[in-house]
C-alpha cells in the first residue's frame, strides 16, 4: 500500500495563480483532511470530507476549495493564491472511527 | 487563542536519560489527546493516544500521563534515543471519531544527542 500520496511535493506560485494539490489515498478511508503546518502554529484543518460527495470546512477554509468525488482523492483547490498562502500543507485520512490520522508527505508551496 | 499548548519549543536530552514533553489544553470538552511524531521533510505519523477516562497510557518507551483536573498531558520517553529526536505534536478533540475535529498544538522539536 501506498497510504497517503501528496503531489507535488514543492510548487512555487505567483500572486493571483491557482493549483490544485493533489491527495489519494489506497486505504478505503472515509475521512479524509487538508491541513496546514506553519512555524508555531501547529496543524490547523482547512477542509475536511468524511465520505464521497460530503465536504466541510475546518478552521481555516478561506482561499481554499475542496470536492470529494470518489473515496480515494480529496483534492485541494487554491483559486487566486496570495503570499499568505505559503506553507506546508498536508493530507491526511483515516479510519471512520478512528481519530488517528495517516498524513502524506506534505507539499511545500510558496507565494511569491 | 491556541486551544491546545505547547509552551516548549524545542528540548535537548542526553541519549538515554527521559525525555519528558509537555502539553496543556484549555477546552474542558477535549475528552480524547493524541501524540503524533513529525520527522523533517515527511508527515506527522501517529505515536500514542489516551482517552479522557484513563490517566496512563504506555506503549514500549512511550507513556501518556493526563492530569485532567489541571488539563494537563506529558508524554515520557524513556529511554531516550538519537532516533526519537523529531517534532512531537500534541493534539486533542471532543470525541473519539474521525469525524471530531482534532486541535494540534504547535509542537516541540526533540533533539536526543548521543
Known amino acids: 500500500n501506498a497510504g497517503v500520496t501528496q503531489t507535488p511535493k514543492f510548487q512555487v506560485l505567483k500572486t493571483g495563480q491557482s493549483m490544485t494539490l493533489q491527495c489519494a489515498q489506497d486505504?478505503?478511508?472515509?475521512?479524509m483532511s487538508w491541513y496546514r503546518q506553519d512555524p508555531g502554529m501547529g496543524l490547523r484543518l482547512i477542509h475536511y470530507?468524511?465520505?464521497?460527495?460530503?465536504?466541510d470546512q475546518g478552521e481555516v477554509p478561506n482561499g481554499y476549495n475542496v470536492s470529494r468525488s470518489t473515496t480515494e482523492d480529496f483534492p485541494l483547490r487554491l483559486l487566486s493564491a496570495a503570499p499568505s498562502q505559503t506553507s506546508v500543507y498536508f493530507c491526511?485520512?483515516?479510519?471512520?472511527?478512528?481519530?488517528?490520522?495517516?498524513f502524506g508527505q506534505g507539499t511545500r508551496l510558496t507565494v511569491v | 487563542d491556541q486551544q491546545v499548548k505547547q509552551n516548549s519549543p524545542s528540548l535537548s536530552v542526553q541519549e538515554g536519560r527521559i525525555s519528558i514533553l509537555n502539553c496543556d489544553y484549555t477546552?474542558?470538552?477535549?475528552?480524547?489527546f493524541l501524540w503524533y511524531k513529525k520527522y523533517p521533510a515527511e508527515g506527522p505519523t501517529f505515536l500514542i493516544s489516551?482517552?479522557?477516562?484513563?490517566d496512563k497510557n504506555e506503549d514500549g518507551r512511550f507513556t501518556v500521563f493526563l492530569n485532567k483536573s489541571a488539563k494537563h498531558l506529558s508524554l515520557h520517553i524513556v529511554p531516550s534515543q538519537p532516533g526519537d529526536s523529531a517534532v512531537y505534536f500534541c493534539?486533542?478533540?471532543?470525541?473519539?471519531?474521525?469525524?471530531?475535529?482534532?486541535?494540534f498544538g504547535p509542537g516541540t522539536s526533540l533533539s536526543v544527542i548521543p
Open positions: 491526511a485520512s483515516s479510519y471512520s472511527g478512528d481519530p488517528e490520522a495517516f
Open positions: 493534539a486533542a478533540s471532543a470525541g473519539r471519531t474521525s469525524y471530531d475535529k482534532v486541535i
Open positions: 489516551i482517552s479522557s477516562i484513563k
Open positions: 477546552n474542558s470538552m477535549f475528552d480524547y
Open positions: 486505504m478505503n478511508h472515509e475521512y
Open positions: 470530507s468524511v465520505g464521497a460527495g460530503i465536504t
